[in-house]
């Protein structure tokens, strides 16, 4: 049986990865792919930007693939798509994760489907305009980038030259070793695709950062709507520096809208309509969001709304 | 005797360790308890949900947080 070739996406909230996921799996057209989706919260929003007719996929939430809470889930999933004879299986890791411990996890995925998989490289996607603030908020960040096989230095359309090239220099100490490309839009070249990026590796295995005590807090708002694009838009960007993350689909006045938030970006794209509004919200301050999101919604937004875990 | 309680790092493996131990005093048991927390040797038992109780190879228990109680009664059963 040939074998699969295992790629594992990795980088924080908002860098990147479900878009270059996306570039991946239009490349890949005519292959057969898999693909593991992790998130931190109960509802998989990327699940749906990604879902084509043919692709296996494999979604785990509520907690990170590298953290005890889930390794085993994941374990299972890899050792599944093993069974079905694929050319391709990415991984797409929640931004949280911590991949210190990816060769462990896989050396267990070996034990239960032995031969099948072809671990080609860990690749970390890198937010230009946001990465060297939230650097020092949370270490996973460096971990990602050490151990990372190939960096791609994303969103370069958003910071000038200097910037990036700060960006760079972090990104150098922290892996000296690994190729960085840069990128607007996870648009590099595929051809990484065909190699093995392991020959770029610059620390081993150690454990993950990620346990159910590091793990952010994540709700879910929902609405009916529809809402006034200009209101919620106030909303967002009020609640903006108290979250990591925003992600989802809202009915907007303006038409039912694909929303991305991170750090002070705000980002909206036309999306079909659905049976009703959610979006992901991940907290840089844990359970306390809550009050703002309720305040905030109330004083702003005329429409209705619950909030969830 | 040996018990393994399988799972690490989060409370519920940690919890259910405890119970166990715990359970085990009450029973009187002169038994070997360990932890296993190496994903590696989870999967080559064969556990593929935690926490779990493991006694002399047989698994009595998976996926589920137990407290001395239940425990006990698990121990009962194999005794």
């Known amino acids: ?309 | 005797m040996e018990i393994l309680v399988v799972g690490g790092g989060c409370a519920s493996c940690d919890t259910v360790y405890e119970e166990t131990r715990a359970a085990a005093a009450e029973l009187g048991l002169d038994a070997k308890i360990r932890k296993v927390e190496d994903l590696v040797e989870m999967v080559q038992m064969g556990i593929m949900t935690v926490p779990a109780l493991v006694v002399d190879g047989k698994v009595l228990s998976a996926g589920r947080t137990l407290n001395k109680k239940q425990v006990k009664a698990l121990l009962e059963k194999v005794l």
């Open chain 1, 1 to 309: 049986m040939a074998q699969t070739k295992l790629f594992v996406l990795t980088g924080f909230l908002g860098a990147g990865k479900t878009t270059f996921l996306k570039r991946i799996l239009h490349n890949l057209e005519g292959k057969k792919v898999g693909v593991i989706q992790n998130d931190l919260g109960k509802v998989n929003i990327d699940g749906e930007l990604i879902e084509k007719d043919g692709l296996e996929l494999r979604e785990i939430s509520q907690g990170s693939i590298y953290c005890s809470c889930r390794k085993l889930d994941f374990v299972k999933a890899l050792a599944e798509l093993a069974q079905r004879n694929l050319d391709y299986v990415l991984v797409e890791s929640s931004g949280i994760g911590d991949p210190s411990n990816v060769e462990e996890l896989l050396q267990a995925v070996e034990v239960l489907a032995p031969d099948v998989y072809v671990f080609s490289g860990l690749i970390c996607l890198v937010d230009a305009a946001n990465f060297l603030a939230d650097l020092e908020s949370r270490e996973e960040l460096s971990r990602q980038v050490r151990h990372a096989n190939m960096i791609l230095l994303n969103k370069t359309d958003l910071v000038e030259p200097q910037e990036q090239e700060k960006v760079l220099e972090t990104l150098r100490e922290l892996n000296p070793v690994s190729p960085i490309c840069a990128a607007a839009f996870g648009e590099v070249d595929m051809a990484f695709l065909e190699e093995d990026l392991r020959r770029y590796q610059y620390v081993g295995n150690e454990a993950s950062l990620n346990s159910s005590e590091s793990k952010p807090k994540t709700l879910v708002l929902r609405t009916a709507g529809p809402v006034k694009k200009a209101e919620v838009d106030a909303f967002l960007r009020q609640l903006a520096p108290q979250c990591w993350r925003m992600k989802g689909f809202l009915p907007l006045d303006t038409g039912w809208s694909q929303v991305d938030v991170v750090g002070k970006y705000i980002d909206y794209k036309p999306c079909p309509a659905r049976e009703q509004g959610e979006l992901v919200i991940i907290s840089r301050i844990g359970p306390a969001v809550i009050r703002p999101i309720m305040d905030g919604w109330k004083e702003l937004v005329t429409a209705e709304m619950t909030l969830r875990n």
